[in-house]
């Protein structure tokens, strides 16, 4: 009983530990972050440092380009950038980043 007792500590530690991993916002990382076993939840965590640290509604269409580079998919006025995994989901995670007259009216995060 005292062994299972803990294992059962132990993965919630882990669990608990993954659960509040952080990563500051790094637009050179960001723009050059290729998706690989090693980095499949890099963009996920540094998109909550970004959307704490920058105001990116009311920023121009280019400055979003500035500071994420090109989007993963684009539309008229949408920009997809793939985000990984995130810790909740087996599904890749999108941020969507909605313009009207090329200025940053709406950001939405899908984790699958």
């Given at each position: 009983?005292?062994?299972?007792?803990?294992?059962?500590?132990?993965?919630?530690?882990?669990?608990?530990?993954?659960?509040?991993?952080?990563?500051?916002?790094?637009?050179?990382?960001?723009?050059?972050w290729v998706e690989?076993?090693?980095?499949?939840?890099?963009?996920?965590?540094?998109?909550?440092?970004?959307?704490?640290?920058?105001?990116?509604?009311?920023?121009?269409?280019?400055?979003?380009?500035?500071?994420?580079?090109?989007?993963?998919?684009?539309?008229?006025?949408?920009?997809?950038?793939?985000?990984?995994?995130?810790?909740?989901?087996?599904?890749?995670?999108t941020m969507i980043?909605?313009?009207?007259?090329?200025?940053?009216?709406?950001?939405?995060?899908?984790?699958?």
């Amino acid at each position: 009983m005292n062994s299972f007792k803990i294992f059962s500590f132990i993965v919630i530690l882990l669990f608990a530990v993954s659960c509040s991993e952080k990563k500051d916002f790094n637009s050179i990382e960001w723009k050059n972050w290729v998706e690989s076993e090693a980095t499949l939840h890099t963009r996920w965590l540094m998109h909550k440092d970004l959307l704490k640290k920058y105001e990116l509604k009311g920023i121009s269409k280019d400055s979003i380009l500035n500071l994420l580079g090109e989007p993963n998919k684009q539309y008229s006025d949408e920009f997809y950038y793939n985000l990984g995994y995130s810790n909740r989901s087996v599904d890749s995670a999108t941020m969507i980043i909605t313009f009207e007259n090329d200025t940053v009216i709406d950001i939405k995060v899908s984790d699958g």
